[in-house]
């Protein structure tokens, strides 16, 4: 397989690419994006955000509506996604308002069935058996995405999210700030520590919102996902942009 392995080489430098005077803008990004498709193919894990990518929705904003503070907390959600305050500010002002108790998160998460996004669960199927280890890398909440992980046969240890606190009285206490995802560029932090710990030579990262576009690199590719949502200060940043998970599927 070696013209493969040329292929992948090339691929991480992708974003570096120099236009040449003779090739044409569009000419270039098809470039660009056969060499992140190939870098898709050869990749050996692929990370996931969650929120609006694998589930069609924002689980902190079903919660907040749970709660009764939903029209507070879109707003926020939105400036978040699109990069307007950093994202650390963004979930403590969010978990704020909600207040959420222990009682009302185990409410919730008995009465709410995460919403997978169409495809998720044959392509998560595909790249597993393709030999391709596949994590979720979010700024959600860990006892929020442990259904998810479950429905798509990714085992526990393999979630990389934050974690809420509570005082034994099971009033909200706050979330876990030493967590990677609970802040600006953790996603990439996240992505570092598997490749040094794990030992991953090629990673792929897929999300919709401005913390996955900062996550390549260390990500050797970043995949933008426009099926919930279309964030435009992503698509306009990115290589290959994909509304249908389908795409993804078929490429491998």
């Known amino acids: 397989m070696p013209v493969q392995h040329a292929a992948v080489s090339s691929g991480r430098l992708a974003v570096a690419v120099r236009r040449c005077?003779?090739?044409?803008?569009?000419v270039d990004k098809m470039t660009n994006t056969n060499k992140i498709r190939d870098i898709w193919r050869t990749a050996d894990?692929?990370?996931?955000?969650?929120?609006?990518?694998?589930?069609?929705?924002?689980?902190?904003?079903?919660?907040?509506?749970?709660?009764?503070?939903?029209?507070?907390?879109?707003?926020?959600?939105?400036?978040a996604?699109?990069?307007?305050?950093?994202?650390?500010?963004?979930?403590?002002?969010?978990?704020?308002?909600?207040?959420?108790?222990?009682?009302?998160?185990?409410?919730?998460?008995?009465?709410?069935?995460?919403?997978?996004t169409t495809g998720i669960k044959e392509l998560v199927s595909t790249l597993q058996a393709h030999g391709k280890q596949v994590f979720l890398v979010?700024?959600?909440?860990?006892?929020?995405?442990?259904?998810?992980?479950?429905?798509?046969?990714i085992p526990p240890e393999n979630i990389y999210a934050n974690r809420l606190k509570f005082y034994f009285t099971g009033e909200y206490a706050g979330f876990d700030d030493t967590q990677p995802t609970s802040r600006s560029g953790g996603k990439g932090e996240v992505i570092r520590r598997l490749k040094q710990e794990k030992g991953f030579?090629?990673?792929?990262?897929?999300?919709?919102?401005?913390?996955?576009?900062?996550?390549?690199?260390?990500?050797?590719?970043?995949?933008?996902?426009?099926?919930?949502?279309?964030?435009?200060?992503?698509?306009?940043?990115?290589?290959?942009?994909?509304?249908?998970?389908d795409d993804l599927t078929k490429c491998l």
Do not use: Y
Not at 21 to 26: E, L, V
Not at 84 to 101: A, E, K, V, W, Y
Not at 207 to 236: C, H, M, Q, W, Y
């Open 201 to 245: 030579k090629i990673v792929v990262h897929v999300g919709d919102g401005s913390t996955d576009l900062e996550a390549s690199p260390p990500a050797d590719a970043f995949i933008g996902f426009g099926g919930n949502v279309i964030r435009e200060n992503v698509k306009s940043r990115v290589e290959w942009f994909v509304t249908n998970f």
């Open 81 to 116: 996604m699109q990069g307007d305050m950093t994202f650390q500010q963004s979930l403590s002002i969010r978990l704020g308002i909600i207040n959420p108790s222990l009682v009302q998160v185990r409410e919730f998460l008995n009465m709410h069935q995460p919403r997978l």
């Open 45 to 79: 894990a692929v990370t996931f955000d969650v929120d609006s990518t694998v589930i069609t929705e924002e689980a902190i904003d079903e919660l907040a509506n749970f709660c009764g503070k939903g029209k507070q907390i879109t707003e926020l959600t939105k400036q």
């Open 21 to 26: 005077a003779c090739q044409s803008p569009g």
């Open 138 to 153: 979010s700024g959600g909440f860990r006892c929020l995405i442990t259904p998810v992980a479950a429905q798509l046969n």
